[in-house]
């Protein structure tokens, strides 16, 4: 299980990475290893906001389905188009070229609830899934 | 190579497959009966093939597929029985196959008589009160039943919107709440499959519309404290949804109305030998305790001691599920697999059946892992724990079966059970197929320590080989395009 | 006793019995508490021999009176239609009938392959991009579509034609109850939807209209019209349409429907009372991912064959369950190979042919009933194979004269509709000949 340092992890297994004030969000390297094969990631709109803990995208495999919740909140400044044609770019890179959206963040405060990579890494080898 | 093309491949415009006779009316042109905007503006390019080839098509393509009467289908959960001959044959009798469902009753006397005998066998076999024959697949029966459930609850004033249901369930119990509007609270089973008496104490309330429950369980073991169960359900207020998917284990031993459920779904395509189709057509009919009949799908079937009739008047029925009255040419073959076999025959096949898969279940478990001591059902549950040391998986032993001539068992299901491999043998397979089907799993358990590429890159020799799943659901290409 | 579909002998049983290591089978359900236990044998009659089984079905089946005896001119959703001999011996191959759901692809290719072309050829006919591997029925098949529209929508009301068959519209409230949807009907006006009263009931809040045409009433509806109200406010139209009908009306894709659903009993399957039918089911290839039911796709092997798999599975219950948007699983596959054979069978000019003679012989009987005195037309819409007629005699009473000369007459629509007492719906099929279409205007005349 591959995780980066410096970016913020949640329970459901996404990870954030925040430049100025702007929060990119795609899922973990595990949630795409227990996924299997990604062919389909169903996007949200651009501008439209998100609440953390909401589901906003869904990402499906041949033999699983997976809702991915918002980590933050705020209005989703862009979405990954290359994923409507390449979904399995969130096999391949999870933590680049499979990111999802990006978000304007409204409460940065929401961060301080993440995990830190190496507390993530604990949380799943805990079997916390 | 004619089975690998398409019809639309195969298609060569001026031929035809069917002769037509020419109209003897008098006809006008198109435009003066119908707007001409209305009109087709295209033809819709179906295949044109000559007799001939359209039959070598499609004999080419059944040849190129596997059915119950190809070999042995153990498919856990699935019942893959032998369907036999004479219930064909006598599901196309004209005063059926050619029996307008708009007839009045007065001329439909006798497939209203088959219909309405039909709820009381059912009845009978389930220990429940009243049956509808209108739902036509299992799913289907599961939302008819959670409809009487919520009409139940609604009539007496009770706004109850949770249905329980273990983790071990078939998928479409949550998925037949959800259509049916109710919330799923899924409670953890016991590691055997059975429920756990304290999650169900915690789980039920005030807002519980029904637990809904298989059993034999979907790890084909009986819920031994089914009574207990139904007392909780009861006390809290809920009914108790029986998915008959598991009927074949206890027909004649036991009934679900005796064990305390108020509403259950049958599957006649598995317990009751009616053809599986290739996935349909299916009939789900489901049967209710005396307190749910006066909301039963509409119409409803009665019979005066000398007539049958249609009745439509039941003001507090959840309306209509189907179009008709059901799947009526899958329930006469099942009709005609009742009277075949009468009670001492119902009541043995369900004896042999479960002979088969404890007899199976002891011929495996030294060579496969297998999870549960007591005697199975109807079914019995193996893993691949062992092989997977060697990098052997479920999926690779299914697929080597095919190599041997098997339709492989049941993998991935029940889901809380690892590597799980859920063989279903039926009570239609002799001694001679479960002990050839047994050597072939001897003989794949050693491939996969000895030799297990062979096993993990099976099948060998079949027409194809593993699909990429994953291009076919990134890009599907659903249709034919020239 | 024995019986010839279980194949052990005393001695088999015992043999297994042995290596299992019990005494005899009934240890094998000792778990189960003797209190449940039943004590008595259950009360069915006793078993029967193949030729008694056979003997009692041929009873029950000849006190029914079916069109083979009769000349039938009923219609209301089942057809009498002509079946051509291939598609029964097709069916007939237990490959096929006796296989369940194409879990091993491996070993499925056959079914995979001839489900994938059964979509193709809906498509075709639906002027769809792409449809599903089939439903129950013709009445599931319009509430799943009701029930996807309000998913794909995220709205909860349904516009419902008032022409629409009446046990479809029974189907969809049936269904919509349990999922907060509301239905809403448009009442007709001339025997077809009222367009003005549409445009006053739709707004933002509606998520499809729902239009079946030919209708109940056997009206051609102004699908193109209707959708273009459903899009101006952002809502999805749902045909419903007859599939024989398509070889002469236009494809309602092409007229801007967004699903097309329906009733494939027609497409080579016998009147079965009412089952088992054919659901079919075809939208555009925005709402693929979002569709009910199984679909299967193209694909490769390890060897690179073309080749043939249930996809797009993350939409259905076994993987979805408490997230999917429909519980089906089992289908109706059998149909839908027979619908694909009865197609490939006529194909492109036999197709339209059997369309064509419908609606000539429709409006030749039309024509010959409508003369007579007492008989007149009820509505002046177009239609295509059934109309509706305006007697001043009840229905049931010219029925019952039409039976005792073996004619299956029309559907009385009073039953219905209580504004239409009096009126009854005429179906005619290709399958009649003039001679029994002048039969049916004498005896008309001679009873009303």
Avoid at chain 3, 195 to 213: C, H, K, M, N, P
Wanted: charge should be negative.
């Amino acid at each position: 299980m591959n995780t980066v340092e410096g970016l913020k992890y949640t329970k459901n297994h996404e990870w954030v990475r925040v430049e100025n004030n702007i929060a990119t969000i795609g899922v973990t390297d595990f949630a795409q290893s227990q996924l299997g094969d990604v062919v389909f990631v169903e996007l949200p709109e651009e501008g439209q906001s998100i609440h953390a803990g909401d589901s906003f995208s869904v990402i499906e495999s041949v033999k699983a389905v997976s809702d991915v919740y918002a980590p933050v909140s705020g209005s989703i400044a862009k979405v990954n188009q290359e994923l409507a044609d390449q979904p399995d770019l969130v096999n391949q890179q999870p933590y680049d070229a499979g990111w999802i959206v990006t978000v304007e963040l409204t409460d940065s405060h929401e961060l301080d609830e993440l995990m830190e990579a190496k507390e993530y890494e604990r949380f799943v080898s805990e079997g916390g899934h | 190579m004619n089975g690998h093309l398409t019809v639309f491949e195969l298609s060569k415009p001026g031929r035809i497959a069917v002769d037509m006779p020419t109209s003897d009316v008098p006809e006008e042109s198109l435009e003066t009966l119908v707007k001409a905007e209305y009109l087709r503006s295209k033809p819709a390019q179906l295949p044109e093939m000559s007799q001939p080839d359209l039959v070598r098509h499609y004999t080419a393509l059944s040849n190129r597929n596997f059915g119950v009467d190809s070999g042995f289908y153990p498919l856990g959960s699935c019942t893959m029985k032998y369907n036999p001959k004479v219930n064909e044959d006598v599901s196309r009798y004209s005063g059926f196959a050619d029996l307008h469902p708009l007839s009045s009753p007065k001329e439909a006397q006798g497939a209203l008589e088959l219909l309405y005998t039909m709820e009381q066998y059912l009845a009978e076999i389930t220990g429940m009160d009243a049956v509808t024959m209108q739902p036509v697949a299992g799913a289907h029966g599961e939302l008819t039943g959670l409809k009487l459930i919520r009409a139940y609850h609604r009539a007496r004033g009770e706004n109850r919107t949770k249905v329980i249901v273990p983790d071990s369930a078939h998928g479409t119990n949550p998925a037949s709440a959800t259509v049916c509007g109710l919330e799923t609270v899924e409670i953890k089973s016991n590691p055997d499959g059975s429920i756990n008496l304290e999650a169900l104490k915690l789980a039920v309330g005030p807002d519980t519309a029904a637990l809904m429950l298989t059993n034999p369980s979907t790890l084909g073991l009986f819920e031994t404290h089914i009574q207990e169960i139904a007392q909780i359900v009861h006390d809290a207020g809920g009914l108790l949804y029986y998915d008959g998917a598991n009927m074949n284990a206890i027909m004649g031993v036991v009934r679900p109305g005796d064990m305390g459920f108020d509403v259950v779904h049958l599957n006649l395509h598995k317990t009751f030998s009616t053809p599986h189709g290739g996935g349909g057509p299916g009939s789900g009919p489901v049967g209710v305790k005396q307190n749910l009949i006066p909301f039963l799908p509409t119409p409803v079937i009665t019979y005066d001691g000398n007539q049958y009739y249609l009745d439509q008047d039941r003001p507090q029925s959840i309306g209509r599920m189907h179009s008709f009255y059901g799947n009526f040419g899958v329930i006469v073959r099942a009709y005609a697999y009742i009277r075949s076999m009468g009670a001492d025959g119902l009541r043995q096949v369900s004896e042999d059946a479960v002979l088969n898969a404890n007899y199976c279940l002891s011929q495996l478990k030294e060579h496969y892992h297998a999870p549960f001591e007591r005697n199975s059902k109807h079914e019995c549950i193996i893993t691949a724990q062992k092989q997977k040391a060697f990098g052997v998986r479920a999926l690779d032993i299914a697929k080597r079966l095919l190599d041997y001539g098997y339709h492989p068992p049941t993998i991935y299901f029940p889901m809380i059970v690892d590597e799980a491999i859920m063989i279903e043998p039926t009570e239609t397979e002799s001694k001679e197929t479960l002990d050839g089907f047994i050597e072939v799993m001897r003989k794949i358990a050693h491939e996969a320590e000895t030799d297990e590429a062979k096993v993990q890159q099976a099948p060998h020799s079949t027409v194809v080989g593993r699909m990429d799943e994953a291009q076919a659901a990134r890009k599907p290409v659903v249709r034919w395009k020239d | 006793m024995a019986w010839s579909y279980l194949p052990h002998t005393r001695e088999d049983r015992e043999l297994m019995c042995k290596a299992i290591g019990i005494r005899s089978t009934e240890e094998l359900f000792s778990d189960i508490p003797v209190s449940l236990r039943l004590a008595s044998p259950l009360k069915l009659p006793p078993s029967l021999s193949e030729p008694e089984v056979a003997r009692h079905l041929s009873e029950l089946a000849s006190a029914n009176k079916s069109v083979r005896e009769l000349v039938c001119f009923r219609g209301g959703g089942a057809y009498d239609h002509y079946i051509p001999s291939v598609a029964s011996h097709i069916l007939s191959r237990s490959e096929f009938y006796s296989a369940y759901t194409q879990y091993q692809p491996e070993i499925s290719q056959g079914y995979l392959q001839a489900l994938w072309e059964y979509q193709s050829m809906i498509s075709e006919l639906t002027g769809m991009e792409v449809a599903n591997a089939s439903m129950y029925d013709g009445g599931t098949a319009l509430a799943e579509a009701a029930m996807m529209a309000c998913a794909a929508g995220k709205k909860d009301k349904i516009l419902v034609g008032g022409t629409l068959h009446p046990h479809y519209r029974e189907v969809l409230v049936t269904y919509a109850r349990d999922q907060a949807m509301s239905i809403i009907d448009v009442p007709p006006l001339d025997g077809i939807i009222d367009l003005d009263r549409l445009g006053w009931l739709i707004d933002e809040t509606t998520a499809a209209i729902i239009v079946q045409s030919p209708n109940f009433l056997g009206n051609i509806e102004n699908l193109k019209e209707i959708g273009r109200i459903a899009h101006a406010k952002g809502a999805f139209l749902i045909a419903s349409v007859d599939p024989i009908s398509l070889g002469v009306l236009e494809a309602p894709g092409v007229l801007g429907a967004d699903i097309v659903v329906g009733e494939g009993q027609s497409l080579g399957l016998g009147l079965n009372f009412g089952g088992p039918y054919l659901g079919f089911f075809a939208t555009t290839e925005k709402f693929m991912r979002k569709m009910p039911g199984r679909i299967v796709g193209q694909t490769t092997d390890n060897r690179g064959n073309r080749g043939f798999v249930l996809t797009l599975q993350a939409r259905e219950q076994h993987i979805r369950r408490n997230k999917a948007t429909s519980n089906i699983c089992s289908n109706e596959a059998l149909c839908a190979l027979a619908a694909a054979i009865y197609m490939s069978a006529l194909g492109k000019t036999g197709f339209r042919e059997v369309s064509r003679q419908c609606l000539q012989k429709a409006h030749y009987t039309y024509s010959s009933l409508t003369a007579l005195t007492g008989c007149e037309a009820a509505f002046t819409s177009g239609f295509f194979k059934e109309f509706s007629i305006k007697l001043q005699k009840s229905v049931t009473k010219v029925n019952e004269g039409l039976l005792e000369k073996g004619i299956l007459g029309g559907i009385d629509l009073g039953g219905y509709y209580p504004e239409l007492e009096h009126h009854m719906l005429i179906c005619v099929t290709e399958k009649r000949t003039k001679e029994e279409i002048d039969q049916l205007a004498r005896e008309m005349e001679a009873l009303i």
